[in-house]
């Protein structure tokens, strides 16, 4: 889901309520200057956000922000001017991405999680 950054942690929060038991990642992302600039950070956290919900199978709501991978309902909005908006309240990060994939598979919910392999 793509959203603007100013609600986007509340409405991450909600989802991580309303949608329970889920089987599948729900990634939200967003970014602080629009794809329509040229210097914009739209396109890295989506490619981000899409590689998450792709291979990955993390059963619940995450936010995907600036190379960092955020439990929906932990996610705080923490800055207006600057790439790095969001981080995690009193949690750690799900995961951080930069040139591994560092997910922290022991702080996802579920036991239905993994990577998941392509035939």
Excluded at 33 to 40: D, F, V
Excluded at 42 to 71: D, H, M, Q, T
Excluded at 88 to 117: A, C, H, M, P
């Amino acid at each position: 889901m793509l959203h603007g950054t100013d609600t986007m942690a509340y409405t991450s929060s909600l989802l991580s309520f309303v949608l329970e038991n889920l089987n599948k990642t729900v990634c939200i992302t967003g970014s602080q200057i629009p794809l329509s600039e040229l210097r914009n950070d739209a396109a890295e956290n989506l490619l981000g956000a899409l590689l998450v919900a792709g291979p990955f199978l993390i059963p619940e709501v995450v936010l995907y922000f600036n190379s960092k991978l955020i439990r929906g309902n932990r996610a705080s909005k923490v800055a207006s001017d600057k790439l790095a908006a969001f981080n995690s309240v009193n949690y750690q990060l799900l995961g951080e991405f930069g040139v591994t994939f560092d997910v922290k598979w022991d702080l996802i919910l579920s036991s239905q999680r993994g990577e998941l392999k392509l035939a």
